[in-house]
């Protein structure tokens, strides 16, 4: 417990935090509509992408995080350029993933210096975030929050039923492009927490496990956001005291047992219900 306490004092740990609760806000708001939209390939394809752009990043500017962020533009454009119905989205996707990456292991073997700023992309490192980084994160999670609470209401009617939102006249093209943009940049930060790699756990799982709860658009964003800040936070918490497991790990678990205790719960309200 000594230990536990002093870790809370030090300032990476305080940064880890900050930087994990702001995350798991943010993908937790983002989640219900991955999965009413059906874009969890896209998630997952954007996230391991962020690795291409933190290489171009490195070897441009020596800035991974940067980087990172300006190629989750670019897969969006590209997504929503070529991935142009629902039908052939996730082709499109399993497309540019396989170039891209091919492309981020080229552009990592032009640079000379260390790469962990790279390779932290495809793992996490939330206890290497620096205090520059963490005011980023926290620039981009505040704008990225607004841009949801702007459009969240015609992006939930278009998100639920397209066609009757295209014949009220909600562009429900360009919001679609809106999400794609949002989503990009949304798990590049989720990276930074749980890595590529695991990102899923964040930004679709806590939607999941909500959606077994209620039926209510507003409250399974509630649960979302709830589900991801007990994952994201209990895992860094926990990682401190069992310090030789990385903070990814206890968070995937974390979110994996809310899913696995709702659709219990579910099914026993099922069961009873039945009788």
Same mark, same amino acid.
Request: hydrophobic share 55%; charged share 5%.
């Given at each position: 417990m000594d230990n536990f306490l002093l870790y809370l004092s030090q300032s990476f740990v305080q940064n880890a935090l900050l930087a994990t609760l702001l995350?798991?806000? !943010?993908? $937790?708001? !983002?989640?219900?509509?991955?999965?009413? &939209?059906?874009?969890?390939?896209?998630?997952?394809? #954007?996230?391991?992408? %962020?690795? #291409?752009? %933190?290489?171009?990043?490195? /070897?441009?500017?020596?800035?991974? /995080? +940067?980087?990172?962020? $300006?190629?989750?533009?670019?897969?969006?454009? =590209?997504?929503?350029?070529?991935? #142009?119905?629902? &039908?052939? &989205?996730?082709? @499109?996707? $399993?497309? +540019? =993933?396989?170039?891209? =990456?091919?492309?981020?292991?080229?552009? =990592?073997?032009?640079?000379? $210096?260390? %790469? #962990?700023?790279? @390779?932290? !992309?495809?793992?996490?490192?939330?206890?290497? !975030?620096?205090?520059?980084q963490l005011a980023i994160l926290l620039l981009v999670g505040v704008i990225v929050f607004a841009a949801i609470l702007a459009i969240y209401r015609p992006l939930l009617f278009s998100s639920l039923d397209p066609e009757v939102a295209t014949a009220k006249g909600i562009p429900v093209k360009t919001l679609g492009l809106a999400f794609l943009f949002i989503l990009a940049i949304t798990v590049t930060e989720a990276a930074q927490i749980v890595g590529t790699l695991l990102v899923l756990s964040l930004a679709i799982t806590p939607a999941v496990a909500a959606q077994y709860i209620s039926s209510k658009p507003i409250s399974v964003t509630v649960l979302s956001v709830a589900f991801a800040v007990i994952a994201g936070i209990g895992g860094v918490l926990l990682s401190l005291i069992f310090d030789n497991i990385k903070p990814s790990v206890f968070i995937t678990f974390i979110s994996f047992g809310i899913y696995i205790l709702v659709r219990l719960i579910a099914s026993v309200k099922s069961a009873s219900s039945a009788k």
């Open positions: 995350v798991a806000i !943010i993908c $937790g708001l !983002i989640s219900p509509f991955v999965v009413m &939209r059906k874009m969890s390939f896209a998630v997952h394809g #954007t996230s391991e992408l %962020a690795f #291409t752009g %933190a290489a171009a990043g490195l /070897l441009i500017a020596n800035q991974a /995080l +940067i980087g990172a962020f $300006g190629g989750a533009v670019v897969v969006a454009a =590209l997504i929503s350029l070529l991935g #142009t119905n629902e &039908r052939n &989205r996730d082709s @499109t996707i $399993g497309v +540019i =993933l396989a170039f891209g =990456l091919g492309l981020g292991v080229l552009l =990592l073997s032009f640079y000379k $210096g260390f %790469a #962990t700023q790279a @390779t932290n !992309i495809l793992f996490g490192n939330i206890y290497g !975030i620096s205090g520059i």
